[in-house]
């Protein structure tokens, strides 16, 4: 094990806990119980991430001698798997579910199954499953995964809610996953290719993003109820 990854293992599991329990005082039992669920499928959703992974390795496709290989290797073998993973779960096994009334609960789900989806990829990660090539620290990198893909997840999740209540479905999930690939495919050229300086303006702007998304999908809330 990586050394002072015991620590990191907490961070996804202790804000799905949190999660957990705010909507268990304001939600239904079964949303409750939905939210649960989504945790645990989100963990399983990395099984797409591991093939990919796997099949990319015995491609040899993860040797980043060049640009082409490393810009590959962040946005499809690591963004593209991953994401794809998340997305089928909430996709597919929740956001029809009749708990899900608002934008808001689809964000909140696929949050949900980002923290699912971090809380195993760290395991994995602590144990050096991934052969993962950073300049930074591992335990910084860790530190920052959790955060980077509840950013995420937001940005999927707005887009796979607009496309349950505005009834677009396949352009709006389409915009959503692959928002979510984009974005997470330059958090990870970022860190493959130690440019900080990127990494720095990237997050900034994307805080921004999901910030304005959140806003858009509270509005969307408030006009359905007018």
């Known amino acids: ?29 079964g949303f409750s119980r939905l939210l649960l669920l ?5 963990g399983a959703g ?3 991430f591991l093939a990919a992974e796997a099949i990319s390795s015995r491609l040899g496709l993860n040797d980043l001698g060049n640009l082409k290989r490393t810009l590959f290797y962040s946005f499809i073998t690591i963004g593209g798997s991953a994401e794809l993973g998340k997305f089928i779960v909430l996709r597919y096994f929740f956001v029809n579910k009749e708990e899900i009334r608002k ?3 689809v964000i909140t789900f696929s949050i949900m199954i980002a923290l699912g989806f971090s809380t ?10 991934f052969g993962i090539r950073l300049q930074l ?11 980077a893909n509840i950013l995420f997840s937001v940005i999927m999740g707005f887009f796979v809610g607009m496309a349950k209540f505005l009834k677009a479905r396949i352009v709006y999930s389409l915009t959503g996953l692959m928002g979510a690939v984009f974005f997470h495919g ?33 509005m969307s809330v408030a006009e359905q109820s007018d």
Do not use: E, H, Q
Request: aromatic fraction near 18%.
């Open 1 to 29: 094990m990586r050394p002072n990854a015991n620590i990191t293992l907490i961070i996804a599991p202790l804000v799905a806990v949190v999660m957990y329990l705010y909507f268990r005082k304001r939600a239904s039992a």
């Open 38 to 42: 989504s945790y645990l499928a989100g």
């Open 46 to 48: 990395i099984l797409i």
């Open 103 to 105: 934008p808001m609960d």
């Open 120 to 129: 195993m990829a760290l395991f994995l990660f602590a144990f050096n499953v």
């Open 137 to 147: 620290p591992p335990i910084l990198y860790a530190y920052i995964f959790v955060p």
């Open 186 to 218: 330059i958090f990870n050229f970022c860190l493959l290719t130690s440019d900080f300086k990127l990494l720095s303006v990237f997050s900034f702007g994307s805080t921004i993003i999901v910030f304005v998304l959140g806003i858009k999908a509270a």
